[in-house]
């Protein structure tokens, strides 16, 4: 069965360092999500793509971190420098839709960031 | 902007049981959806729900599209231990970029053998 796979699965990282983690959708899916959530809380949407093109990153805090697709496959979200807030489960999620309709979202197991 | 709200925050019951939340919103949405989260992993669509007025079942959970089209239901029937988890509602953000979604803050349920 086709999943998402997110690495690395738990990243322990001091402030002030650089953090990335890694997103391989569903083979096919043009639509990549990165979602943020804090213990507690729903996940809430950072980026998204639609294919290597960024639809929307209103709510990605771009002072420190970055997202790419370049090849429009698997995605990279980078944190630099990490902030003891950046603290919580990072999950990816695909989608064989396009952007701007709903499509099932499939996602991955996430990346539990502890920032100490 | 746009909020899911969800109820109750927590359960704690018996095996066997039934359970019953919901999650409402001051705005329209057209698809609701319902989500489950184990600990440590992503969350797995359980019900998607995409007109006024539907009723799904999906094995013993069975979810509805309130009519107002701004509140959903998800009942578990005869709990086991293995329900244990959050459960999320969501829907599709069309304040901006339309298809990525909006969660509540889960109901996170607990079930004791």
């Known amino acids: 069965e086709a999943e998402v796979a997110q690495s690395p699965r738990y990243k322990i990282t001091e402030k002030s360092q650089a953090v990335a983690f890694w997103c391989d959708p569903i083979?096919?899916?043009?639509?990549l999500y990165w979602y943020r959530q804090i213990l507690g809380q729903g996940p809430e949407l950072l980026v998204q793509?639609?294919?290597?093109?960024?639809?929307?990153d209103s709510q990605l805090p771009k002072d420190r971190f970055s997202a790419e697709r370049l090849k429009g496959v698997d995605s990279t979200l980078k944190i630099q420098p990490a902030e003891l807030g950046d603290s919580a489960m990072y999950l990816c999620?695909?989608?064989?839709?396009?952007?701007?309709?709903?499509?099932?979202?499939?996602f991955g197991p996430g990346t539990r960031l502890t920032v100490l | 902007g746009q909020q899911l709200n969800q109820s109750p925050q927590s359960m704690f019951i018996q095996e066997g049981e039934d359970v019953s939340m919901n999650c409402t919103s001051s705005?329209?949405?057209?698809?609701w959806l319902w989500y489950k989260q184990d600990p440590g992993e992503g969350p797995v669509l359980l019900i998607a729900?995409?007109?006024?007025?539907e009723l799904t079942s999906n094995g013993r959970l069975t979810a509805q599209f309130g009519i107002t089209r701004k509140d959903s239901f998800l009942n578990i029937s005869a709990s086991i231990p293995s329900d244990v988890g959050i459960y999320f509602c969501?829907?599709?953000?069309?304040?901006?970029?339309?298809?990525?979604?909006?969660f509540g803050k889960g109901t996170k349920l607990s079930v004791k053998p």
């Open positions: 999620a695909s989608s064989p839709g396009l952007a701007g309709s709903y499509n099932e979202q499939f």
């Open positions: 969501a829907g599709p953000h069309y304040g901006g970029s339309q298809g990525n979604l909006i």
């Open positions: 083979s096919g899916h043009a639509t």
């Open positions: 793509f639609q294919d290597e093109s960024v639809v929307d």
């Open positions: 705005s329209i949405f057209n698809t």
């Open positions: 729900l995409y007109k006024a007025g």
